[in-house]
């Protein structure tokens, strides 16, 4: 076996230029590199961007997008002790360029960035794990450094890196807030653990949260949305409170807030280690991806599947990622 059936990028646009095609699989590879027969992969706002505005690496083959994937290991290079054929596995690797992402048949992945799967849990599941799972943990436990009691706004709270983080805070023992746009979302992340749910459309959650904490303020807020709306969140926290994004640092308000406050502001972008080659810091991601599995096995996480497409609709997939409106992730069906 040389080749593999994937969605290959063809050029930077819509949807419509992801394409099935058979490529090379790649293996074998090095000694601690393991293949993964894949059952699923999930998809993530980053493979959009990607796919319209150009990956982080150059690609020396065929470019192919998706970071989760869930799977069965096929074969093990001869160093690997970590995992044997047969085993159920989880990771996040791949699509942003370089090494080709999870929108295949196969993957090639190093034994120290993979996460062994219960039986009790769905691909579907597990696919759509890894990295939203990764950004909320390095969010609120590691930058924030989130403790019991401390009262948590997280913005997007019904989207995928939102429902994870609502279930995080929850487990830390935190009283958590949340910013949704409808009744059904605000129903879903109350649901999931927060005890205030905010409609922005039709509520100013600055004042919101700042009547929810009696006047005090936030400890910690996750922003997902970035600009203004980080911009805004400002206010509404405490003296020394923790701003963590996802979407990049702005400037502070007129008012001098953030400074004034003295905030710390914090950025999460996942994505680094990969981009940067940083193995320590892969490896370390993976160790926040078995603690989630576990959770997961527990009942203590729950990962929502919105929609799943066949490989081959790719294409499909994506247009329904761009249309919004999202209360869980999409995942690719995979067949093998």
Wanted: proline share 4%; net charge neutral.
């Amino acid at each position: 076996m040389t080749v593999m059936r994937a969605v290959v990028l063809t050029a930077l646009g819509g949807p419509d230029v992801l394409q099935l095609r058979e490529i090379p699989l790649g293996w074998p590879r090095g000694p601690h590199d393991v293949l993964v027969r894949l059952r699923a992969a999930g998809l993530n706002p980053a493979d959009a961007y990607f796919r319209g505005a150009g990956t982080y690496l150059k690609s020396d083959g065929p470019c192919v997008l998706g970071h989760d994937g869930a799977g069965v290991v096929e074969v093990i290079g001869g160093d690997v002790t970590a995992v044997a054929a047969g085993d159920r596995v989880c990771f996040c690797n791949g699509g942003i360029g370089g090494e080709p992402g999870t929108y295949a048949e196969f993957a090639v992945v190093d034994e120290r960035q993979l996460a062994k799967l219960p039986e009790g849990i769905g691909w579907r599941e597990a696919a759509a794990l890894p990295l939203t799972a990764i950004t909320a943990y390095e969010a609120l436990y590691e930058r924030a450094r989130l403790a019991a009691g401390e009262r948590v706004l997280i913005h997007g709270g019904a989207g995928g890196t939102g429902q994870m983080a609502v279930q995080l805070a929850k487990l830390r023992g935190a009283r958590i807030a949340a910013t949704v746009s409808s009744a059904a979302k605000a129903a879903l992340v109350t649901a999931l653990g927060a005890e205030c749910a905010i409609d922005y459309r039709s509520e100013d959650f600055v004042a919101t949260c700042r009547g929810w904490s009696g006047g005090a303020g936030l400890d910690v807020a996750l922003d997902n949305v970035g600009g203004d709306v980080m911009v805004a969140t400002f206010a509404a926290m405490a003296p020394y409170g923790r701003v963590v994004t996802l979407m990049g640092t702005p400037a502070d308000d007129a008012a001098m807030t953030a400074y004034n406050s003295n905030l710390s502001i914090h950025n999460v972008m996942m994505l680094t280690p990969m981009w940067r080659r940083l193995k320590p810091q892969l490896y370390r991601q993976a160790g926040i991806i078995r603690q989630a599995v576990a959770w997961l096995a527990r009942g203590d996480l729950e990962v929502r599947i919105e929609a799943a497409f066949p490989l081959a609709e790719a294409a499909s997939a994506h247009r329904r990622l761009e249309a919004g409106g999202l209360a869980g992730k999409i995942v690719l069906d995979i067949s093998g």
